[in-house]
């Protein structure tokens, strides 16, 4: 293969995004004037994020050098398998891509000793349209309703438009450039792969394959259609660029792939994408775009319109604003139509980065135009992201895509168990190591790589992931075939792993509260909590398959003898066994930490985490039904924790699920609000970081219904904020769906359907009923939980 000059070669390889090494001259259309906007153009819609201006790149230094990305201006597009960022450019159009499975590291050639790499970026498409400047009427617009993105601008009496979408049918990315008179597209276009190999054009296709330093094998093809004008192909040492002059439209078709295959046994590499990648671009460069833009459409809306959500009515100087000016002001006053686009933006995320046949949402999501990410851009396991990623996807109805966490997760098993197994870190009691399971290090890729501390209740992480994937849906043949025995599994191995103390209680020995303290306290309760949650669903599990009765007893027993998190000196919910509030930091590193976050486990203790909530959730061990004292010191615990300081983005996502489920709803929304103050202009919510995005989704679902309890609960958490409104397409443990409105802070009318036909106590205030319907059957009822007639 062509290689680039050394020297261009040198500088593409610095820990820089790529697109800082080719953006020459302006980018960027003239900023629209009062005179230039059209005053009487209609503002786009509520769930549409719209801007009038490009991105802009943003640099950050993440402790490598600094580095130049668009993550968190541009608007993101995919099809959960290829991906892009939309500057909208006016003279010259920057798109970064991304391919799912384009990661370094792995196995080595005996596949025990694994590294964990990095997810890498594909390249950048650049648009070359001289003479579109300066402009006026900038518009740049991602509509969630139909997953298009939009750039239209008016220059030298031409209007412009383009669209973008990544379609999932076709497995292709489809950009088309139009305009209101015949022939004004002139220009060029061409591909920078982002590790050195240079693009070959033949005819109207760009291709460019390659080989990262793993050995894995990627390949990219780019088809350039033309509608009246010519295209012409320009050649140099550099690579090859597409020229079209005098077009009356520009149809850009873009896939990518590699031969990752997920399959341990073959050290997770499959076929070359070549053939496969021909066939995709071929199949939709055979259809017209209007066939498909409709593909995309019927697709997309298919997943996206079965959850809604109204939260009231914005003035009309909110709804005025551009989105990157209005997420300021919103984190003040109450913005509902904004907080609606923000909760819809968390699953059109999780939508665009993760469907069937892709490999799960990473650090990044899908989008990446860095090449040295934070943590490499891994998949992180303790309490964020890659849990948080899915914590909304089966209460949004958006089941499939949780699809690809659990393909991956099963695709890794076989690695994690060698690794485990091998471990001297994980020796049992005796001295010996690990015999049956697996678990995890806080940080994994997607062939087999691990790096960081090691995580031992990530295998009850993983498998909560499992049994939700039944409880939501109820699909018995899933349960037994695949759930069951990837949690029966870390059953084994939590049995050979408790740690038994004097007075018999069984505790997790050994274990961190993320990312805290003591790495290596015994019955820290992060650990005892997940133990008891994936014991939970276990003999949940053997109940409903009507299996293992013998087993099932002695997992109970053991669950029974389980230390149960106490209540510490201040009130709190204890988060080590012993309190630690005379732990003396060992390293300059918790020196500093404490520093800034307080001592731990005292009131002032600030820190990020709140790692031994999950009992609250996403587990289900602790509630003010259940463990009333329990459920009101995990309060104090959040309470005194706070919500500044060094707090990240992502804290918020987790607090306001933790708030809900404590019934606190106004603390809940408080989250909310914190969560938009540090939103990027895009909605990320996190710069160069995806979790935060889709984890706050989860605590507007909370706040509206939950179902963890083994009912429904309506309406359990309502802030103030919000005294009108309704949702629709809940998603409810046990196979229901839920509709709900209400006025004045008051249930006005609930519907409930049943997937699955189980018997169901919806609940609401004081009230309650018991439903029972049949598959497919639905009930309507009004605000006291009287049927309607």
Not at 524 to 536: K, P, R
Not at 663 to 690: H, K, M, V
Not at 749 to 768: C, E, H, Q
Request: charged share 20%; net charge negative; with cysteine.
């Amino acid at each position: 293969m062509k290689l680039l000059p050394p020297l261009l070669l040198k500088s593409l390889l610095l820990p820089v995004a790529t697109a800082c090494l080719i953006q020459t001259g302006s980018l960027f259309a003239a900023p629209p004037t009062e005179s230039d906007k059209n005053k009487d153009a209609p503002l786009p819609g509520v769930l549409t994020l719209w801007y009038n201006k490009p991105a802009e790149f943003k640099t950050y230094d993440f402790g490598f050098g600094k580095s130049r990305s668009l993550f968190a201006t541009a608007l993101p597009i995919g099809n959960g398998r290829i991906s892009a960022l939309i500057k909208g450019g006016v003279a010259k159009e920057f798109l970064p891509l991304n391919e799912d499975t384009l990661w370094t590291g792995g196995l080595n050639p005996n596949g025990l000793i694994k590294t964990l790499g990095s997810y890498q970026p594909l390249g950048n498409l650049i648009i070359n349209l001289p003479g579109h400047e300066p402009c006026t009427e900038y518009l740049r617009t991602l509509d969630l309703q139909d997953g298009i993105a939009r750039v239209n601008y008016a220059s030298n009496g031409v209007r412009y438009s383009r669209e973008y979408f990544a379609s999932y049918p076709g497995q292709v990315m489809v950009t088309r450039l139009t305009a209101d008179q015949p022939g004004k597209y002139t220009g060029s276009l061409t591909f920078t792969d982002a590790h050195g190999v240079v693009s070959v054009v033949e005819k109207n296709r760009i291709t460019c394959a390659g080989a990262l330093e793993n050995e894995l094998r990627y390949e990219t093809q780019i088809l350039v259609l033309n509608e009246g004008g010519t295209q012409q192909v320009h050649r140099d040492e550099y690579g090859d660029t597409v020229e079209f002059k005098n077009c009356d439209s520009v149809t850009i078709i873009t896939t990518a792939g590699t031969d990752y295959a997920m399959d341990f046994a073959k050290y997770y590499r499959g076929a070359l994408p070549h053939e496969r990648l021909t066939q995709a671009i071929d199949a939709a460069g055979a259809q017209s775009y209007e066939g498909l833009k409709a593909a995309h459409i019927a697709d997309y809306q298919a997943l996206f319109n079965r959850f809604s959500i109204n939260l009231g009515t914005s003035t009309a100087a909110q709804r005025a604003l551009p989105t990157d000016q209005r997420y300021g002001p919103a984190a003040k006053v109450t913005d509902p139509e904004f907080e609606q686009l923000m909760c819809q933006f968390g699953r059109y995320g999780i939508m665009s980065c993760s469907r069937p046949g892709g490999v799960a949402a990473n650090l990044m999501g899908i989008w990446n135009d860095l090449y040295a990410p934070i943590c490499g851009g891994a998949y992180i396991d303790d309490i964020d992201p890659t849990p948080m990623n899915y914590w909304a996807v089966e209460t949004t109805n958006l089941a499939e895509c949780h699809q690809p966490l659990l393909d991956l997760i099963q695709s890794q098993i076989p690695a994690w168990r060698v690794d485990t197994r091998a471990s001297a870190d994980l020796k049992l009691a005796s001295g010996a190591n690990a015999k049956r399971g697996w678990t995890i290090r806080n940080g994994h890729n997607i062939m087999g790589g691990m790096a960081f501390i090691w995580n031992k209740p990530g295998n009850a992480w993983y498998s909560l992931h499992f049994w939700e994937k039944y409880a939501f849906g109820g699909d018995k043949e899933y349960l037994a075939k695949i759930a069951y025995p990837i949690i029966k599994e870390s059953c084994e191995y939590w049995e050979d792993t408790l740690k038994a103390l004097p007075d018999g209680r069984l505790v997790v020995p050994k274990v961190w509260s993320p990312e805290h303290g003591p790495e290596d306290a015994d019955g820290t309760s992060y650990g005892q909590e997940f133990v008891w949650d994936l014991f939970t669903n276990f003999i949940e599990a053997s109940k409903v398959l009507g299996i293992d009765k013998d087993y099932r007893e002695k997992v109970s027993a053991m669950r029974d003898k389980l230390l149960v998190p106490g209540v510490g000196s201040w009130g709190q919910l204890m988060e080590w066994m012993t309190e630690q509030q005379n732990w003396v930091a060992p390293t300059e590193h918790d020196i500093d930490w404490e520093k800034k976050d307080g001592h731990i486990d005292t009131p002032k203790d600030t820190h990020r985490h709140t790692s031994h909530l999950i009992g609250v959730y996403p587990g289900r061990q602790i509630s003010y039904e259940q463990t009333p004292e329990l459920a009101a010191a995990a309060l104090v615990s959040v309470k005194a924790r706070g919500n500044a300081g060094g707090i990240e983005e992502w804290t918020w996502a987790v607090r306001g699920p933790i708030y809900a489920r404590l019934y606190e709803g106004d603390l809940a929304y408080t989250q909310i609000q914190y969560t938009i103050s540090r939103e990027t202009p895009n909605l990320f919510a996190r710069p160069c970081l995806f979790d935060a995005g889709p984890g706050i989704t989860a605590t507007f679902v909370e706040m509206l219904v939950q179902s963890h309890q083994g009912d429904i609960h309506v309406l359990p958490a309502l802030p103030k904020a919000w005294p009108t409104g309704s949702v629709k397409g809940v998603r409810a443990r046990g196979g229901y769906e839920v509709d709900e409105s209400w006025k004045d802070g008051k249930l006005t009318s609930l519907t409930i359907r049943s997937i699955a036909g189980n018997d169901i106590k919806v609940r609401y205030g004081k009230k309650s009923v018991l439903v029972n319907l049949s598959p497919g059957k639905s009930v309507e009822m009004d605000g006291d939980l009287q049927v309607k007639k």
